[in-house]
């Protein structure tokens, strides 16, 4: 854990249980709040392709993921940390642009 709170820049334990938290529950948030809204709109793995509708819900996920994400570190007293990640891992696949300064 010492090479994990060292990497993360944080320094107790606490931090380091409310970071876990807070990435199981904004997770947990995504997956389930995607599916009733894709059968809101009439999407469901029956009237749809499954390869088609699987990649779908993964990428909503990932959306909504992404959007709630400082969020749910705000509620758990992370948010400079999750700020920061976030930027951090939309940069890594590609999308760094939408945070460079102009």
């Not at 819900?57 to 570190?73: C, E, H, K, N, R």
Request: with cysteine; glycine share 8%.
């Amino acid at each position: 854990m010492d090479k994990l709170k060292e990497r993360w820049g944080i320094t107790s334990n606490w931090e380091l249980v409310a970071i876990f938290c807070a990435f199981g529950v904004n997770g947990t948030f995504a997956a389930r709040i995607v599916k009733p809204f894709l059968r809101s709109i009439g999407l469901n793995e029956e009237n749809f392709p499954a390869v088609l509708f699987w990649i779908l819900y993964i990428l909503i996920v990932f959306a909504v993921y992404q959007i709630t994400l400082p969020w749910s570190g705000w509620l758990f007293g992370q948010y400079k940390f999750f700020k920061a990640f976030q930027v951090k891992m939309l940069s890594r696949i590609g999308l760094g642009k939408l945070f460079k300064d102009k």
